[in-house]
Nanobody, 124 residues
């Protein structure tokens, strides 16, 4: 199974982007889908996660109120709507997935499935 993330690009500060993530196998499903990001010279950081199509969600403080994670109609898709983007949001964004408890959703070590990353660049 492969995850594919797309939707990144160049946007001006204050603008919006919508990232998508899809699994290669139609039968693939996961309890938890999420996003991590890594900016140049910085460590990978948690962005958002969703549990079982919306039963629970978790956001990093830095994106809370601006980003929204959601599940697609198909069980193997997931989205990240990003609004009010600023320069600090510039990073490569990775989608992830795993089964299990929502506890520990912010730990990137817990995810066996990773997308290839999509670059988001916010110009000031």
């Amino acid at each position: 199974v492969q995850l594919q993330a797309f939707g990144g690009g160049l946007v001006r500060a204050g603008g919006s982007l919508r990232l998508s993530c899809a699994a290669s196998g139609r039968s693939f499903s996961a309890d938890i889908w999420g996003w991590f990001r890594q900016a140049p010279g910085k460590e990978r950081e948690f962005v958002a996660a969703i549990y079982r199509s919306g039963r629970d969600r978790s956001y990093a403080d830095s994106v809370k109120g601006r980003f929204t994670i959601s599940s697609g109609d198909a069980k193997n898709t997931m989205y990240l709507q990003m609004n009010s983007l600023n320069a600090d949001d510039t990073a490569v964004y990775y989608c992830v997935a795993r089964d299990g408890s929502f506890q520990g959703a912010r730990d990137h070590h817990a995810y066996p499935y990773w997308g290839q990353g999509t670059l988001v660049t916010v110009s000031s």
